[in-house]
């Protein structure tokens, strides 16, 4: 007999102008890399790396690839914000962060969960489309994991 864990993750992006009204909604999937996979099982292992506690936006249109360990240097880091909320129920982790005005602004093109505030674990990488947050805007991004 073989069994296959895989971990995969999507998020969805809500961005809200100054009056709270969407002027987008997208949703994509995202690599959980290496180093996220080495975050999980060590987690099971009961080691003492911190949970996933951030998200990452940033402007590099570079592929997420399983090697990558950070938002692209070649882009712009826009903004790491705390979560709002972390839940987990059965094989599924929810991360929601909301990134306020004036946070996360610009042309952003990817985002990353990690378990800091700076540096830190990646756990997952993806790349999107352009949403261009402006410095009024919010933007609420959940991000989904899920182990089958």
Do not use: P
């Not at 961005?15 to 080495?38: C, F, M, P």
């Not at 990452?56 to 570079?62: K, P």
């Not at 987990?88 to 602004?105: H, K, L, N, R």
């Amino acid at each position: 007999m073989q069994e296959n864990i895989k971990a995969t993750g999507k998020l969805t992006i809500v961005l809200r102008d100054e009056h709270g009204n969407i002027k987008e909604e997208h949703e994509h999937e995202n690599l959980v890399v290496t180093t996220g996979l080495g975050h999980i099982a060590s987690r099971m292992a009961g080691t003492a790396q911190g949970v996933m506690s951030h998200m990452e936006v940033g402007t590099s249109s570079t592929s997420a690839a399983a090697g990558q360990t950070a938002l692209i240097g070649g882009g712009l880091t826009l903004g790491r914000q705390a979560f709002d909320s972390y839940t987990a129920s059965g094989a599924t982790v929810t991360g929601v962060a909301t990134f306020a005005a004036g946070e996360g602004t610009g042309a952003l093109t990817e985002a990353g969960m990690f378990n800091a505030s700076s540096a830190g674990t990646m756990l997952c990488r993806t790349v999107f489309a352009v949403v261009n947050k402006g410095a009024s805007d919010t933007m609420a991004i959940t991000w989904t994991i899920t182990i089958s």
